[in-house]
């Protein structure tokens, strides 16, 4: 076989074992995407914070109700007031309106808003605890999102100049300046290329399928890049 002929068969094997890096489709986030809107979603949908969001509202609610307690006993009255002086030694009656108020509620209210507002204090703890974790997890994530984003750009990069160096080695090979050595060194740069290319997008694809899970978003799974 002629160094030609054999030159022409290594690029029809390099063809068909360069596959495009899209090939498996990756997800495709919505263009743009930065960490505040990433953080906004996140906020937005997370289960814990939603949960957290509501006991403030109860605990709120708990404690408006809390201050009204003494009126649950309030009574006002209309009606014939009995008890004036007497004119005569008889009573006299006489027309009059009164309110009467339970001591006991009256008394036990100061500790039953004190115990409502510590409750309210510790849901509000609570929720602002939920949000710094949240925005904690996702910053987390989008950073790791976006550094394997920039890690599969290198991977795509150097396959391509792999890939040129075994075009100049070939043609080297083919006017008999490089050896079938070089070639088969050349072409193992592109294969370990590949693979790496290969673990990067899968990389990419745990970091990007973690930070749509933070952000409470999941349909974007299925969205595929258009990239190519």
Do not use: C, H
């Not at 201050?67 to 006299?92: E, H």
């Not at 036990?108 to 602002?128: C, G, H, I, V």
């Not at 100049?161 to 079938?180: E, K, N, P």
């Amino acid at each position: 076989m002629s160094r030609m002929t054999l030159a022409l068969a290594l690029a029809a094997s390099l063809t068909i074992l360069a596959l495009p890096a899209v090939a498996q489709g990756l997800p495709e986030p919505p263009a743009g995407l930065t960490l505040d809107q990433a953080i906004e979603k996140a906020l937005a949908n997370n289960p814990a914070l939603q949960a957290a969001r509501a006991e403030v509202s109860r605990a709120e609610g708990e404690a408006a109700s809390t201050k009204l307690y003494p009126l649950r006993s309030l009574a006002a009255n209309v009606g014939i007031n009995s008890t004036v002086p007497p004119q005569n030694g008889l009573p006299a009656p006489a027309a009059g309106a009164w309110i009467t108020l339970n001591l006991g509620d009256l008394l036990s209210t100061p500790a039953m808003m004190q115990t409502a507002d510590a409750r309210l204090e510790a849901a509000r703890q609570n929720y602002r605890a939920a949000q710094l974790a949240v925005v904690s997890a996702v910053t987390e994530a989008y950073a790791a999102w976006i550094t394997q984003q920039k890690l599969l750009a290198l991977r795509q990069d150097a396959i391509k100049s792999s890939q040129s160096d075994v075009l100049v080695v070939q043609r080297l090979f083919g006017r008999g300046t490089a050896t079938i050595s070089d070639v088969l060194k050349a072409r193992l740069a592109v294969s370990q290329s590949q693979a790496d290319l290969v673990q990067a997008e899968g990389l990419y694809n745990k970091t990007w399928a973690t930070l749509v899970q933070q952000m409470g978003d999941t349909t974007w799974l299925s969205a595929k890049s258009n990239k190519r």
